[in-house]
């Protein structure tokens, strides 16, 4: 979709000079305002590379190799995954799916990659009831029922094909290196290999996390992969269907299939997947315009919480002032109540996008901060059906990166296998999402109401993920960032887009702000993060601060901004995980 067709109304309202050039523009890295006078005259330069922020440096290298080797933003994708699903194996990889914002500088438009996994043609609404009864969670996670046909490689493979300048066969080099030599095994990824139960315990991990002497090997040590060497040669030799069709599919079947629990993924469900190209949904927030991936995402509940903050003048206080948490904290409450209610595949359900969106819907429901003290009901937005209340868990395992190359096109990706290490399953040296398990496990509520979250054959389950491309009023890139996080990924990524956009933040201030999740009557924070006097005036505002049970951010972006130095990249990379950010950054 060209951002100039969604921006063309919006450019009736008039914007002073300053304005024009966004809030993203107006810092300095010390959040220092920046000479308005400066501001003003100064001629925006087109938004350029190279930039990449991934969750691991060996990632953040791969994809600096391509792109000075004349590679897109779509060719350093492909060489980031590899990378990232050899020695982020807990988070994303080969085995799993993704959602990927590409914006194409030639043409201005914005296109929405979809790689989520699919359920297998044969799974039905009781996908996992057992004896009547929704099997425990765990369970679930570690069972063969739980691998969707991994969407991520097919979805790559499109977006190469159609925005690559390099052959896809050279993007698998630093994967290949890095998977026959060993790397040495990060504290994060040590960290996870050593829980004594789950999925870093099945025969499959045990297996791979197992030394030549027999011992566990642990952070420090070097992580040989001869299958990963083995599998990414042969996909760079046979392309994305390598994956899809011949040994490696078939490796995967039958790894789905071994007890406990078998699934029911097939060849021909493999050979049969289909990523999916969608329009982004771009909606105006203060002086800029957001764009994210539509349903199954959830970037529709992003956009409308950002809609409704434009309605709550407590929240531009900024950090520091306990009225803009309480706010943020209403308005996640708010978000999740409609998104937990009624986002699904809208291949399948009928999802009220236009009506979460709706001005008149999203005033009425920001009316409501004012006086929200605990959970917030689900409304009834412009088109909605009746349905029944959701019961999904989302477990944590996922990665984001975001990627500029020379000529201005990006990628803002976010990457998933669900649960850290998926299923706890291997076949050719990559883990298997347990991404079904992102399905609603009761196909209807206690009241008997269908739930849009249904397991159906071949449907995409709900997805938090929500990578962002951010954009001015003159259609011009201006950034992207996204997180890991299970559905604490939207309270992550408005953090963000908060702290930066409105509280005048640098990126990495923003992304190294604390958290503070609010889905339903739970609330979770980094305590620590913190101040004391700051968690003390919460607490008398009805937000007692408790640890955040949800897997952490992992935030990665970067905003093109007027420094001292003139433009460049404000890049970040969250301070709670390994990433880094390299390029033409100040």
């Known amino acids: ?12 309202v008039a914007l002073p000079a300053l304005m024009l050039l966004g809030a993203a523009c107006a810092l300095q890295p010390e959040a220092r305002p920046v000479d308005p006078e400066r501001s003003v005259a100064a001629t925006v330069p087109k938004a350029v590379g190279p930039l990449v922020s991934a969750a691991n440096p060996h990632a953040v290298a791969a994809g600096m190799a391509v792109l000075e080797r004349g590679g897109t933003a779509a060719d350093a994708a492909v060489a980031v995954q590899a990378v990232l699903g ?3 194996p807990q988070s994303s990889g080969l085995g ?4 990927m914002m590409w914006f194409d500088a030639e043409s201005g438009t914005v296109t929405v990659y979809d790689g989520r996994e699919t359920a297998p043609a044969a799974a039905t609404p009781e996908l996992f009831i057992q004896d009547g009864r929704p099997l425990g969670f765990a369970d679930a996670v570690m069972s063969g029922r739980s691998t969707g046909v991994p969407g991520a490689v097919a979805m790559l493979g499109l977006a190469q094909a159609r925005h690559g300048r390099l052959a896809w066969a050279d993007l698998f080099g630093d994967a290949e290196r890095l998977a026959r030599e060993g790397f040495i095994i990060s504290p994060r990824l040590g960290g996870y290999m050593a829980a004594t139960r789950g999925q870093a315990r099945t025969d499959w991990a045990n297996a791979y996390f197992t030394g030549p002497d027999g011992e566990r090997l642990t952070t420090g040590d070097r992580l040989v992969n001869p299958a990963y060497a083995a599998t990414v040669r042969r996909l760079a030799a046979g392309g994305p269907r390598a994956l899809y069709e011949g040994p490696i599919a078939e490796g995967i ?20 997947y289909e990523p999916k190209v969608r329009e982004a949904l771009c909606r105006p927030y203060r002086i800029h315009v957001v764009c994210v991936p539509p349903p199954p995402s959830s970037g529709v509940s992003l956009l409308q919480l950002l809609a409704m903050a434009e309605h709550v003048p407590e929240v531009s206080a900024g950090p520091d002032d306990a009225g803009a948490w309480v706010a943020f904290a209403r308005l996640q409450r708010l978000m999740y109540a409609d998104r937990d209610r009624y986002v699904a595949d809208a291949d399948f359900v009928q999802v009220p996008v236009a009506g979460l969106l709706d001005p008149g819907y999203v005033a009425e429901r920001a009316a409501l901060v004012a006086g929200l003290t605990g959970a917030a009901e689900a409304g009834r937005p412009p088109g909605f059906e009746a349905v029944g209340t959701d019961a999904t868990t989302e477990p944590a395992g996922t990665s984001h990166f975001f990627i500029v190359d020379r000529w201005g096109n990006a990628v803002s990706m976010t990457t998933t296998v669900e649960s850290v290490f ?5 076949s050719g040296g990559f883990f ?10 009761a196909p209807v509520d206690d009241l008997g109401r269908p739930v849009a979250n249904a397991v159906a054959g071949g449907k995409r389950p709900r997805s938090s993920m929500s990578p962002v491309l951010i954009f001015d009023r003159e259609g011009r890139l201006v950034g992207g960032l996204g997180s890991p996080g299970g559905s604490s990924i939207l309270a992550y990524n ?8 409105d509280w005048g933040l640098s990126v990495q201030d923003a992304f190294d702000l604390p958290n503070l999740v609010a889905r339903g ?11 004391p006097e700051l968690q003390a005036e919460l607490a008398a505002r009805g937000l007692p601060l408790r640890p955040n049970a949800s897997e952490n951010s992992g935030l990665h972006g970067g905003l093109w901004r007027l420094g001292p130095d003139g433009w460049a990249w404000d890049g970040g990379a969250d301070d709670r995980r390994e990433g880094v950010v390299a390029g033409d950054t100040r």
């Open 422 to 426: 998926g299923s706890g399953r291997m």
């Open 494 to 501: 408005a953090k963000a887009l908060i702290g930066t956009l």
């Open 96 to 99: 799993g799916g993704a959602f």
């Open 253 to 272: 079947v039958e790894t789905v299939a071994a007890s406990p629990r078998p699934g029911g993924l097939t060849l021909d469900d493999m050979a049969t």
């Open 1 to 12: 979709m060209p951002v100039s067709t969604f921006l063309r109304p919006l450019h009736a």
């Open 432 to 441: 298997l999402n347990n991404q079904l398990t992102d399905f609603s496990f």
């Open 86 to 88: 050899l020695v982020e």
């Open 521 to 531: 009557g739970g609330l979770g924070a980094d305590t620590e993060r913190f101040s």
